[in-house]
């Protein structure tokens, strides 16, 4: 009997156990949105199969009551207490074994879980970035415990009762702020699975005590996640090679560069290492039980063959670096590889070639490919069918240059072509010659079916990337034979080719794509020329701004009579006018009509007029549009919603806002076109258009407009809102603009939108500094300084802290660049109104621009900030201010830094190392701070 799980959101409907369909398939309940105490009734006792609940509070600040009657549940094992619930009104529920649940103080609460859940079995406490937290003692009292798992509870330690759980067998600690490894788990000799995710120093000598561990998790917690430069990176604690048991390891993140203190483990059977900073899989050989390995993302890892003949089952080479995957051949047992984004590897015939391979990831033409490995299989070898190009049977050449298409089809990605690497030869900026390869198809080239031309054409010019001689040699074969039917399946190579190509980007003369454009494809019959016009975007087309292919519109004119293709191509050509026109104004293609004038015949010159006549009224109006100036733009406006076709709109409010920036129009023509911007809730153009017209000389008149919008609901709240704040973003960081000329707007927003004072301030506050950040003269800022006297003038008018996204990588691109000064400028105008600064990634920088600037008054306000901290937890904080005290010759707070630095995984070898210290080296006590614990 198939079973389920029924979900009942309460905010949407009342939960109705009479009204389930089929209650006895029903194993789960899980209730969202859970505010008001509900009823549960005990007719649930009549379906066993329904063990689990799961309650989700409907916020983070309240607290949610569960309901009545859980303790007379008899059949529930497994409960779920998800943000947040109030365990003062629980009774007692000695049936549950699992629970699931988050908390605001861990130690509170935890205390109350004990109490009401006293026979778990196995317990996910979630603290949700909780800080300084207990875990009580009692935890001991859930003697049957077997399973615990701690996320983000702010412990800094583990109590030392846990050791009374005997039966524990699983411990998980994720985002804890752990100061070091709490060796009191070493004790734990029946844990059989260890996770920690925390930044560790090194584990203890004990660690070695684990000895029925099976399976252990220590990503990103060994050498600070591979955040440090490789010659400070510490090795694998040979402790963990004396796990004799373990038979699952995961040590991603964790800076591994050797792999041989943990080859004793003869058990292991899954091994994680991604990340990892390995050179080659030599000391692989010794896990004979391994069948499951990860080394995805280990960049220098290219040498694989230390993996061959291993019992591996499932493989992750992902995001790697390797050229080549043949060991896989050798792996007997292979069914699941991942090598999906490894881009530098030359032959995936291995992979289409697996036996026993059963799933694969990869990307997305390798998938395909492999999905159609049949094709690929039993091909003959790169080698051999280089051998056999210099055959002179025909049948025999033809073989063998579909056996080498299909070699290409089967290794081709992400726009890559393997055939040069095939013969050896470095690909060139210029036209490649593959010369073997050239000659053989020169040799039989007259004698080659249509199908073996075009396989060679799709071999050698499968993106406008590939830049082989060859395409050319066949491509001038296939114009000689003037057969339509084949270039017309050249041309949908072509565009095949151009899937992911960014038109307009030709490099013009140099490659196959420019040999194709400017000299192969004018000499096309027409048929074929008027499916590859037709199938061109405008970047292709145009000539200004784009690939010049409007020029085979001459050619494929002149090279046809018929009347009925004629009409075609001039269909065509008219509407490429027309949507381009747009950009590059109709003149432009004034010139390229009239060569096709030139050459027409009477009869084609007849058809054009005839179009040029049918086109007259859009070509008016896009006339109109390219000259608009102080008599003809009123007229324009008239024209919206009436004369202008629907299509041609957002270009003529384009091209009038354009105009309206530049020349003034009367009151009546001002008020019809925001009427119609109003209609069309064109917020953007009706915000410039007013901001335009009365900022300066009646704001008044603006917040009219908009009140009456809002009074006869054309505009709703939050598009009145959306106007209102395109203005302020438009005028705010104007340096002519002063504060109290944007309070009209302030004042309409909040009084008419229902929008807070502070959300209107943290919105230019965020213009402000992003035209700041991203002024022109990023790195000289010239006088910028008045987009900060605004900033600072906001923060005189409410005493709300602010925020900015950004911040933090715009400090450190300034101190990157060794623009201290300007971090100086910027934290004095923005300390201490921006919540930024107690983040630690932009405190250290501000750090170091103080030390460059030899600034100790500057220093001294960041450790202010720093003094906020509940504790420093990066690094690169601890040790940038044991630099500053080391600089300012603070001796005291340096060593006290020294130690947090090395408690948070700096290196003696690092201080010695770094020339801040240089006057400290010979000084005893600093001698002694940087000894390692």
């Not at 009224?617 to 004369?643: F, H, T, V, Y």
């Not at 006297?789 to 409410?798: D, M």
Request: glycine share 2%; aromatic share 10%; with cysteine.
């Amino acid at each position: 009997m198939a079973t389920e799980e029924l979900r009942n959101d309460l905010a949407k409907e009342a939960f109705n156990f009479s009204e389930i369909t089929h209650p006895e398939t029903i194993t789960k309940i899980h209730f969202d949105n859970c505010t008001e105490k509900f009823e549960i009734p005990l007719i649930i006792n009549e379906y066993p199969n329904i063990t689990k609940l799961s309650f989700h509070g409907a916020s983070r600040e309240d607290l949610f009551e569960t309901p009545d009657y859980l303790d007379q549940l008899e059949h529930i094992r497994n409960l779920t207490l998800w943000r947040d619930c109030d365990f003062t009104k629980m009774k007692p529920m000695p049936q549950i074994e699992e629970l699931y649940v988050s908390v605001k103080n861990v130690e509170t609460e935890t205390k109350q879980i004990i109490a009401h859940f006293p026979n778990l079995k196995k317990i996910k406490i979630w603290g949700n970035f909780l800080k300084k937290q207990l875990l009580p003692n009692e935890i001991s009292n859930l003697n049957l415990l077997e399973s615990i798992n701690l996320v983000e509870c702010g412990l800094s330690n583990i109590p030392n009762s846990i050791t009374n759980l005997k039966q524990l067998k699983e411990l998980k600690l994720r985002g804890l702020s752990l100061k070091s490894f709490p060796e009191i788990i070493t004790q734990l000799e029946n844990l059989e699975v260890l996770e920690i995710s925390n930044s560790l120093i090194k584990l203890p000598n004990s660690f070695g005590n684990l000895k029925k561990l099976k399976k252990l998790n220590l990503d990103n917690s060994l050498n600070h996640g591979d955040k440090q430069e490789s010659k400070y990176l510490k090795p694998i604690p040979e402790s963990i090679g004396t796990l004799e048991h373990l038979e699952e390891l995961s040590l991603n993140s964790c800076g591994i560069f050797d792999i041989t203190p943990i080859t004793p483990l003869k058990k292991l059977k899954k091994l994680s290492l991604r990340y990892s900073i390995l050179k080659n899989c030599d000391a692989f050989s010794n896990f004979s039980c391994l069948e499951d390995l990860n080394v995805s993302t280990s960049y220098e890892l290219k040498d694989l063959e230390g993996l061959k003949d291993l019992h591996l089952k499932k493989l992750d080479l992902s995001f790697n670096y390797s050229k080549s995957i043949e060991v896989i051949a050798t792996l007997k047992f292979l069914e699941t590889l991942d090598i999906e984004n490894c881009r530098y590897i030359n032959d995936f015939n291995p992979v289409y070639n697996h036996p026993t391979l059963k799933e694969l990831e990869a990307d997305y033409k390798v998938l395909r490919n492999w999905e159609k490995r049949n094709q690929f299989k039993n091909l003959p070898s790169i080698d051999i069918l280089i051998t056999q190009l210099k055959t002179d049977d025909v049948v025999s050449f033809e073989k063998t240059i579909l056996d080498l298409s299909k070699h290409v089809k089967a290794n081709y990605s992400n726009d890559d072509n393997p055939l040069a690497r095939f013969f050896n030869i470095e690909i060139e900026e210029e036209i490649t010659k593959i010369e073997i390869l050239d000659n053989a198809i020169q040799k039989h080239l007259r004698n080659l079916s249509e199908k073996t031309i075009v396989t060679i054409f799709k071999m050698t010019f499968k993106s406008v990337y590939d830049n082989y001689n060859v395409a050319l040699l066949v491509l001038e074969e296939i114009i000689s034979r003037k057969n339509v039917e084949t270039q017309k399946k050249i041309v949908k190579q072509f565009y095949k080719a151009c899937k992911y190509y960014d038109a307009g980007h030709r490099l013009w003369s140099s490659t196959v794509q420019d040999q194709l454009i400017d000299d192969l494809f004018p000499q096309f019959t027409s048929e074929a020329l008027y499916e590859l016009l037709e199938k061109a975007s405008i970047d292709m087309l145009n000539s200004e701004a784009g690939d010049q292919m409007e020029d085979l519109f001459i050619p494929a004119f002149q090279n046809t009579s018929d009347e009925t293709l004629h009409k075609k191509l001039l269909e065509i050509f008219f509407k490429y006018v027309e949507e381009a026109s747009v950009y590059y104004g109709k003149s432009c293609f004034d010139s390229l009509l009239q060569q096709i004038i030139d050459i027409a015949s009477p009869e084609l010159e007849k058809l054009i007029l005839a179009k040029k006549e049918e086109n007259k009224e859009q070509e008016e109006l896009s006339e109109l549009l390219e000259n608009l100036n102080e008599e003809n733009l009123p007229k324009a406006i008239r024209m919206l919603g009436n004369i202008i076709p629907e299509k041609m709109e957002e270009d003529f409010l384009y091209q009038i806002n354009e105009a309206c920036e530049k020349i003034e129009i009367d009151e009546e023509t001002a008020n019809q076109l925001i009427l119609f911007l109003i209609q069309k809730k064109e917020s953007y153009y009706l915000a410039n258009l007013l901001q335009t017209k009365y900022h300066k000389t009646n704001p008044e008149k603006i917040i009219t407009i908009l009140d009456q919008a809002l009074k006869t609901n054309s505009f709703d709240k939050n598009e009145t809102y959306n106007v209102v704040q395109i203005i302020i973003r438009n005028l705010v960081h104007d340096e002519q603009v002063f504060f109290n000329d944007l309070e009209i707007y302030r004042n309409f927003i909040i009084s008419k939108c229902n929008i807070l004072i502070d959300t209107v301030y943290d919105n230019e506050i965020q213009q402000l500094l992003t035209r700041y950040f991203n002024a022109k003269d990023y790195f000289s800022f010239g006088d910028q300084t008045y987009l900060l006297n605004k900033v600072k003038e906001i923060f005189n008018k409410t005493k709300v802290l602010f925020s900015y996204e950004n911040f933090g990588y715009q400090i450190s691109q300034l101190v990157h660049y060794g623009e201290n000064e300007k971090c100086r400028t910027i934290f004095n105008y923005l300390y201490p109104r921006m919540t930024n600064y107690s983040d630690e990634d932009v405190l250290y920088r501000n750090v170091i621009a103080a030390i460059k600037l030899n600034d100790a008054s500057y220093f001294d306000l960041l450790l202010k900030e720093v003094q906020k901290l509940e504790e420093i937890t990066q690094v690169l904080l601890a040790f940038n201010l044991a630099c500053g005290f080391a600089h300012f010759e603070r001796k005291e707070k340096m060593i006290f830094h020294i130690k947090e630095s090395i408690r948070l995984g700096k290196t003696k070898q690092q201080f010695l190392d770094d020339t801040d210290f240089e006057k400290y080296w010979n000084d005893d006590d600093f001698l002694t701070a940087i000894e390692e614990e």
